[in-house]
């Protein structure tokens, strides 16, 4: 009796094209997403009447660093700068101290009324009561035209709450009966059990924390009058929208000196989203260890 030979799984075996065109595919996304800030970064070295004119695409032309030297010499930056770090800090740690305060009693299984809580925070993450109410609301509290206007608004979000909640939930009961058996409170469980193995999580929360408040620039528009409180992204703000002059009320000599401070303004705009977004992507590497698994373990349940 004749075998009959069975037909190779080319899927499960795998083909030399399909590698190769996968890869095409990723190597050609790959350089969609990269290539706006490369873009960015090569603009920002390169003259300014070249950028001026938009002659830069691959490589940089007529190697320049005057929009540099600006910025580092420019004590304002500075200013905007240490405010940013303050609030990045303080909000940080605020943020995740309040998703942990606030996600921990919600699993409490003996808790009355838990889920009710947690369908009425459902609420005010879909629906806000708008920028009125809320100017309104700083400016009682004595908040407005004071740091603490960015810092305190912000410092709770529900979003975050939810997403810690669903983290801690996938953490064994037997792990926490065993500590109540102990003699631990619900305060040593939290700081002394669950937070250490909750790094992860916390790691998610902390990277999105510092990417939306280094971001932020509106709230400041609103809130802060003061240009001493303002961080760094409401500087740039400023350098790119605040920037003009009149060209016709001019001498010729100053008319060639707004030309070419026109110039290096259109420049200056590339080196400062630079300036402004290194810092953010250097801190990733920090926290890649626990970010795919936080962002994993907090959105998905057992």
């Not at 190769?20 to 300014?48: E, K, N, Q, R």
């Not at 709450?161 to 953490?171: A, E, G, N, P, Q």
């Not at 303004?265 to 590339?270: D, V």
């Amino acid at each position: 009796m004749a075998l009959v030979r069975r037909k190779p799984n080319k899927i499960k075996e795998g083909s030399v094209v399909v590698d190769i065109i996968l890869l095409v595919i990723a190597l050609i996304l790959c350089i969609i997403t990269l290539y706006p800030f490369y873009f960015v970064i090569i603009m920002s070295i390169s003259s300014p009447s070249e950028v001026a004119a938009m002659n830069v695409f691959w490589f940089p032309k007529g190697f320049n660093l005057s929009s540099y030297e600006v910025i580092v010499k420019d004590l304002k930056m500075w200013w905007a700068y240490s405010n940013t770090l303050i609030y990045v800090g303080v909000g940080t740690i605020l943020n995740c101290l309040m998703a942990v305060l606030g996600a921990y009693p919600l699993t409490v299984r003996n808790l009355k009324g838990r889920k009710w809580v947690v369908a009425y925070l459902l609420i005010p993450m879909y629906f806000g009561g708008g920028l009125i109410p809320s100017f309104l609301l700083v400016n009682k509290l004595g908040l407005y035209n004071t740091m603490l206007a960015i810092i305190i608004p912000g410092m709770v979000s529900i979003w975050n709450i939810i997403l810690v909640r669903t983290f801690f939930t996938t953490i064994p009961d037997g792990l926490k009966e065993s500590a109540f058996i102990d003699g631990a409170s619900h305060l040593q469980l939290l700081f002394k059990i669950i937070i250490p193995i909750s790094k992860p999580i916390l790691a998610v929360i902390a990277i999105y924390s510092i990417v939306g408040i280094w971001n932020s620039w509106f709230d400041a528009l609103v809130y802060l009058p003061n240009e001493k409180l303002h961080p760094l992204q409401m500087y740039l703000y400023r350098v790119i929208v605040q920037q003009s002059v009149d060209l016709k009320m001019l001498s010729m000599e100053d008319t060639k000196n707004a030309v070419a401070n026109m110039l290096s303004n259109i420049q200056l705009k590339y080196t400062i989203i630079v300036f402004t977004t290194l810092p953010v992507i250097f801190t990733y590497p920090f926290f890649q260890k626990y970010f795919i698994k936080g962002a994993l373990l907090g959105s998905l349940k057992e």
